[in-house]
């Protein structure tokens, strides 16, 4: 019986070390692993290899997809500033108020004109700042929107309730259509968002856009230059850049 139980005994030892070296090789590799080693461990009793776990490549990949992403974020800021900040086209050369314009001009105060695209996002900034000239100047100048329509017959479909209901709002706001950009040709306006500003007599006083940048309200060269000249004080400047979208003209020529 004893050796019996000897036998026994001498065959589970048998077994558990026939077992060790696998348990030992995966424990090895697993504590490899935590160190960050570059291990290939092959175990040669049960033929067992184990792939190595290659944390420089990892790293090194991280970094390139964090480079790559900063870039297009960065990139893409730029582009946005870019645009945000690019004044539109402007012309100059116009001195006077032109003769063969439909437009009315007020009689014994100053007359205001801005050249609204009504699809231009930009513009309705250039508004805002419009209500706070007429709210700062009550009384003391005339404001005419001259808003772009491509053909006769579009006007529902050029005609934002917003504009109509700034008009409607604001004493001294009218709002006029300017069919085929007639009257934007007349006054040499190239971008939406553009003011002219013009005395008693039909003198140009002030020519440029009252935005810092493209749909951004707040305070402004040119909106502090027009409150300056309609209040008769000095004033910085009287043309600025214009923010806006460009204004297209169907007209083949203005007559």
Known sequence: MRYQQRGRASQKTTEILRFRPIQSGILSYRF???????????????GIVHKPMNSSSFGFKSGLVLTTWLIAVVAGMTCFLSYKNAPGEVTRGLHFWPESSSIVRAT???????????????????????????????????????VFQ??????????????????????????????????????????????????????????GGITASRGHSGDNLGRSTLTALLRGRPAAATETFVFGCPLCSTASAAP
């Open 150 to 207: 491509p053909h006769e017959g579009d006007g529902e479909h050029w005609n934002p309730l917003d504009l109509v209901d700034l008009a409607q709002d604001n004493p001294g706001v009218e709002l006029v259509r300017d069919v085929g950009g007639v009257e934007q040709q007349r006054f040499g306006i190239k971008t939406s968002g553009h003011v002219l500003l013009f005395d008693e007599r039909g003198t140009l006083q002030f020519s």
């Open 32 to 46: 490899s692993a935590i160190r960050g080693e570059n291990l290939c461990a092959s175990d040669n009793t049960n």
């Open 108 to 146: 014994g105060r100053p007359q205001l004109l801005l050249f609204a695209h009504p699809r231009c996002p930009c513009t309705r900034a250039s508004l805002r700042e419009l209500v706070q000239v007429m709210s700062d100047c009550r009384g003391l100048v005339s404001a005419t929107i001259v």
